[in-house]
């Protein structure tokens, strides 16, 4: 009997490979091992990651796409600077979106999607006690992504999901003010608290106090 159409094989291969290509470039960006405003060579990324230039390439277009990378005509790809005014102007469209969110993930989220929340709020709490940051960030990333996709409005989860991918640098910077990690821990268990009772006014409240949280850590991080 013949089993494997190598056709299939390959195309999964080379899914898999864009998706692990962008897996590790994004962790790299948001964690700041490429410092902003650094320059990327293709050839070096090639050989640090052990990748082809094809999934380095889709990769890089899909960061570009997020805003953590610039590719510049004839000088190649930069790694996107950050300004603080950037950062506060972003946190300001993210009050708004997040707390839109908030109002329709409260009337439309699934039990299942509550437990996803508490599971991922109990590997953050370890992950916070281990210093683990790179994990911690991951875990909030997941927990913004969970949020968004109660929504149930699959425009405002790509405003959110670019939002969140250009928000982790900064946060990135503001895990260096002391206790945030452990502020976050709170915010978001009030946060699903709130999702769990459909109470739709503390939901916005809890993540607006969350988002506002960010700004401050930021802002103390970087005085």
């Known amino acids: 009997m013949r089993v494997i159409p190598r056709q299939v094989n390959k195309r999964g291969s080379a899914v ?3 998706e692990q290509a ?3 470039l994004h962790g ?5 091992v490429y410092k902003p405003g650094e320059y990327l060579n293709t050839a070096v990324l090639m050989s640090d990651l052990d990748m082809g230039r094809t999934p380095i390439n889709h990769a890089l277009h899909r960061l570009g796409n997020e805003g953590l990378i610039q590719i ?6 930069m790694v996107s600077p950050l300004s603080i005014d950037d950062a506060l102007h ?10 839109l969110c908030l109002k329709l993930a409260a009337k439309n989220i699934t039990k299942a999607e509550i ?6 709020n109990l590997a953050y709490n370890k992950a916070v006690a281990n ?10 990333g997941m927990f913004h ?9 699959p425009v405002l989860i790509d405003v959110l999901r670019v939002l969140h991918a250009r928000s982790q640098r900064f946060w990135a910077i503001s895990l260096s003010s002391s206790g945030h990690m452990n502020e976050v821990q709170d915010e978001h268990e009030l946060v699903v608290d709130a999702l769990e009772q459909g109470d739709a006014e503390s939901a916005q409240q809890a993540i607006s106090d969350h988002v506002l949280s960010f700004r401050n850590a930021l802002i103390n991080a970087r005085s």
Do not use: C, F
């Open 16 to 18: 898999s490979q864009n």
């Open 22 to 24: 962008y897996e590790l």
């Open 28 to 32: 790299r960006l948001t964690t700041l």
């Open 72 to 77: 510049i005509p004839r000088k190649g790809v």
């Open 90 to 99: 972003m946190i300001d469209v993210r009050l708004v979106n997040e707390k």
């Open 115 to 120: 437990e996803q929340l508490r599971s991922i």
């Open 131 to 140: 210093r683990a940051v790179a994990e911690v960030m991951s875990l909030d």
């Open 145 to 153: 992504e969970v949020l968004a996709t109660a929504s149930r409005n």
